[in-house]
Protein backbone atom coordinates (compact mmCIF):
# COMPACT_ATOMS: atom_id res chain seq x y z
CA UNK A 1 0.00 0.00 0.00
CA UNK A 2 1.52 3.57 -0.75
CA UNK A 3 0.94 6.60 0.56
CA UNK A 4 0.14 7.06 5.10
CA UNK A 5 -2.11 4.77 6.02
CA UNK A 6 -4.51 5.57 8.91
CA UNK A 7 -7.01 2.64 10.77
CA UNK A 8 -10.65 3.97 11.53
CA UNK A 9 -12.64 1.85 14.57
CA UNK A 10 -16.25 2.70 14.34
CA UNK A 11 -19.13 1.42 14.11
CA UNK A 12 -20.20 0.95 9.91
CA UNK A 13 -20.60 4.75 8.07
CA UNK A 14 -20.30 6.48 11.93
CA UNK A 15 -17.46 8.31 10.24
CA UNK A 16 -17.40 7.91 6.43
CA UNK A 17 -17.08 11.55 6.15
CA UNK A 18 -13.65 11.56 7.76
CA UNK A 19 -12.44 8.49 6.07
CA UNK A 20 -13.81 10.31 2.38
CA UNK A 21 -11.37 13.36 3.65
CA UNK A 22 -8.53 11.24 3.95
CA UNK A 23 -8.81 8.75 1.09
CA UNK A 24 -8.87 12.31 -1.14
CA UNK A 25 -5.58 13.71 0.70
CA UNK A 26 -4.37 10.43 -0.16
CA UNK A 27 -4.38 8.26 2.75
CA UNK A 28 -5.46 4.55 2.92
CA UNK A 29 -7.78 3.60 4.97
CA UNK A 30 -8.27 0.43 6.96
CA UNK A 31 -12.29 0.12 8.09
CA UNK A 32 -12.31 -3.61 10.34
CA UNK A 33 -16.09 -3.81 11.25
CA UNK A 34 -19.11 -6.03 11.32
CA UNK A 35 -20.95 -4.34 8.47
CA UNK A 36 -19.89 -2.66 5.04
CA UNK A 37 -21.04 0.83 4.55
CA UNK A 38 -19.41 2.09 1.36
CA UNK A 39 -17.30 5.51 1.70
CA UNK A 40 -19.44 7.95 -0.41
CA UNK A 41 -17.16 9.39 -3.40
CA UNK A 42 -17.12 12.22 -5.81
CA UNK A 43 -17.12 12.15 -9.22
CA UNK A 44 -13.37 12.33 -9.29
CA UNK A 45 -10.82 9.44 -8.44
CA UNK A 46 -9.09 9.72 -5.35
CA UNK A 47 -5.85 9.59 -4.43
CA UNK A 48 -6.27 7.12 -1.80
CA UNK A 49 -8.65 4.25 -0.87
CA UNK A 50 -10.49 2.57 1.48
CA UNK A 51 -10.61 -1.47 2.49
CA UNK A 52 -13.06 -2.09 4.48
CA UNK A 53 -12.71 -5.81 6.32
CA UNK A 54 -15.27 -7.76 8.52
CA UNK A 55 -13.86 -8.10 11.78
CA UNK A 56 -16.06 -7.75 15.26
CA UNK A 57 -15.02 -5.93 18.47
CA UNK A 58 -15.48 -9.05 20.97
CA UNK A 59 -12.49 -10.99 18.54
CA UNK A 60 -9.55 -8.07 18.79
CA UNK A 61 -6.41 -10.05 18.71
CA UNK A 62 -8.43 -11.85 15.24
CA UNK A 63 -9.18 -8.21 14.54
CA UNK A 64 -5.58 -6.92 14.78
CA UNK A 65 -4.41 -10.21 13.13
CA UNK A 66 -6.21 -8.89 9.81
CA UNK A 67 -5.17 -5.69 10.17
CA UNK A 68 -1.84 -6.76 10.06
CA UNK A 69 -2.54 -8.96 7.32
CA UNK A 70 -4.17 -5.86 5.30
CA UNK A 71 -1.16 -3.90 5.97
CA UNK A 72 1.57 -6.24 4.78
CA UNK A 73 4.55 -4.82 6.95
CA UNK A 74 3.45 -1.26 6.78
CA UNK A 75 2.78 0.67 10.24
CA UNK A 76 -0.53 2.66 10.86
CA UNK A 77 0.29 5.88 10.95
CA UNK A 78 -3.12 7.41 12.05
CA UNK A 79 -5.28 5.66 14.38
CA UNK A 80 -9.12 6.81 15.35
CA UNK A 81 -11.49 5.37 17.35
CA UNK A 82 -15.46 5.63 18.53
CA UNK A 83 -15.61 2.39 20.43
CA UNK A 84 -17.95 1.05 23.16
CA UNK A 85 -16.17 1.93 26.56
CA UNK A 86 -16.26 -2.26 26.97
CA UNK A 87 -14.20 -2.59 23.76
CA UNK A 88 -12.07 0.29 23.61
CA UNK A 89 -9.21 -0.45 25.97
CA UNK A 90 -8.83 -4.58 24.66
CA UNK A 91 -9.71 -3.44 21.08
CA UNK A 92 -6.40 -0.51 21.84
CA UNK A 93 -4.60 -3.08 23.10
CA UNK A 94 -4.47 -5.45 19.96
CA UNK A 95 -3.55 -2.75 17.45
CA UNK A 96 -1.03 -0.90 19.44
CA UNK A 97 1.88 -2.61 18.19
CA UNK A 98 0.71 -1.71 14.73
CA UNK A 99 0.89 1.44 15.32
CA UNK A 100 3.99 3.69 14.26
CA UNK A 101 6.20 5.50 17.01
CA UNK A 102 4.94 8.55 16.60
CA UNK A 103 1.46 7.75 14.94
CA UNK A 104 -1.66 9.84 16.83
CA UNK A 105 -4.52 8.75 18.22
CA UNK A 106 -8.20 10.35 17.94
CA UNK A 107 -10.65 9.06 20.75
CA UNK A 108 -14.05 9.92 20.50
CA UNK A 109 -15.60 9.29 24.15
CA UNK A 110 -19.26 9.73 25.22
CA UNK A 111 -20.44 12.76 27.96
CA UNK A 112 -22.80 10.57 28.68
CA UNK A 113 -20.92 7.35 29.26
CA UNK A 114 -20.60 6.26 33.31
CA UNK A 115 -17.24 5.38 32.74
CA UNK A 116 -15.10 8.60 33.44
CA UNK A 117 -12.62 9.83 30.68
CA UNK A 118 -9.12 10.32 31.87
CA UNK A 119 -7.26 13.44 31.40
CA UNK A 120 -4.51 12.09 29.88
CA UNK A 121 -4.01 8.88 28.67
CA UNK A 122 -1.40 7.50 31.77
CA UNK A 123 -1.15 3.49 31.87
CA UNK A 124 -3.44 3.27 29.05
CA UNK A 125 -2.38 0.60 25.71
CA UNK A 126 -1.81 4.00 24.10
CA UNK A 127 0.02 6.14 26.74
CA UNK A 128 3.51 6.73 24.41
CA UNK A 129 1.22 8.59 21.97
CA UNK A 130 -0.43 11.83 21.31
CA UNK A 131 -4.08 11.22 22.05
CA UNK A 132 -6.75 14.06 20.46
CA UNK A 133 -10.20 13.44 22.67
CA UNK A 134 -13.52 14.18 21.66
CA UNK A 135 -16.35 14.08 24.36
CA UNK A 136 -19.99 14.31 22.73
CA UNK A 137 -22.50 15.87 24.29
CA UNK A 138 -26.08 15.05 24.40
CA UNK A 139 -27.66 17.96 22.38
CA UNK A 140 -26.02 20.20 19.57
CA UNK A 141 -24.21 23.33 20.73
CA UNK A 142 -25.84 25.23 18.77
CA UNK A 143 -29.72 24.52 19.92
CA UNK A 144 -30.45 22.39 23.32
CA UNK A 145 -33.96 21.56 21.78
CA UNK A 146 -31.67 19.42 18.99
CA UNK A 147 -29.90 16.08 19.67
CA UNK A 148 -26.07 16.17 18.70
CA UNK A 149 -26.25 15.21 15.10
CA UNK A 150 -23.57 13.33 12.94
CA UNK A 151 -22.49 16.43 10.90
CA UNK A 152 -21.54 18.53 14.04
CA UNK A 153 -19.56 15.01 15.45
CA UNK A 154 -18.08 14.43 11.83
CA UNK A 155 -16.37 18.08 11.86
CA UNK A 156 -15.33 17.20 15.29
CA UNK A 157 -13.47 14.95 14.24
CA UNK A 158 -12.25 15.99 11.03
CA UNK A 159 -10.58 19.17 13.36
CA UNK A 160 -9.14 16.51 15.54
CA UNK A 161 -7.18 14.77 13.27
CA UNK A 162 -5.98 17.88 11.44
CA UNK A 163 -4.68 18.65 15.22
CA UNK A 164 -3.26 15.34 15.54
CA UNK A 165 -1.66 15.18 12.27
CA UNK A 166 -0.08 19.04 12.78
CA UNK A 167 1.66 17.68 16.12
CA UNK A 168 -0.49 18.53 18.53
CA UNK A 169 0.27 17.38 22.15
CA UNK A 170 -2.84 15.33 23.90
CA UNK A 171 -6.09 17.58 24.53
CA UNK A 172 -9.74 17.12 25.19
CA UNK A 173 -12.15 18.65 23.11
CA UNK A 174 -16.09 18.81 23.29
CA UNK A 175 -18.70 18.21 20.63
CA UNK A 176 -21.62 19.58 21.52
CA UNK A 177 -22.74 19.66 25.41
CA UNK A 178 -24.81 18.16 28.19
CA UNK A 179 -28.72 18.12 28.11
CA UNK A 180 -29.45 20.56 31.25
CA UNK A 181 -30.75 19.70 33.60
CA UNK A 182 -34.37 20.37 34.85
CA UNK A 183 -34.51 22.75 38.14
CA UNK A 184 -36.89 21.24 40.61
CA UNK A 185 -38.63 24.21 42.27
CA UNK A 186 -38.80 24.30 45.90
CA UNK A 187 -41.64 23.42 47.73
CA UNK A 188 -43.67 26.50 48.25
CA UNK A 189 -45.64 26.81 51.98
CA UNK A 190 -49.07 28.78 52.15
CA UNK A 191 -50.17 30.70 55.13
CA UNK A 192 -47.54 28.93 57.08
CA UNK A 193 -46.28 32.48 58.58
CA UNK A 194 -49.43 33.30 59.92
CA UNK A 195 -49.71 30.06 61.53
CA UNK A 196 -47.10 29.50 63.53
CA UNK A 197 -46.80 31.80 66.92
CA UNK A 198 -44.95 34.91 67.45
CA UNK A 199 -41.29 34.42 69.32
CA UNK A 200 -41.01 37.11 71.56
CA UNK A 201 -37.94 38.33 73.29
CA UNK A 202 -37.66 37.06 76.96
CA UNK A 203 -36.38 40.04 78.01
CA UNK A 204 -39.61 42.09 76.30
CA UNK A 205 -42.93 42.42 77.77
Not at 57 to 77: C, F, I
Not at 125 to 136: D, E, K, T
Not at 155 to 180: K, T
Request: charged residues 20%; aromatic residues 4%.
Amino acid sequence: MEGPTALILAGAGMLNGVTRTLVYDGWNVILPCRRYSPVPLDGDEPSGRAVWLEAHWDRPEELAQQVAETLDGKSVDLLVTWLHDSYREPVSKAVEPLLAPAAPVVEVWSQTSATTVPEQPTSEPLAGHSVQRILLGEVSAFDEERALGQGEIVASVGAAVDRALSGAPSSRHEAGRRRSQPRIPRPRVHDLVGGLPRWTSPTLK
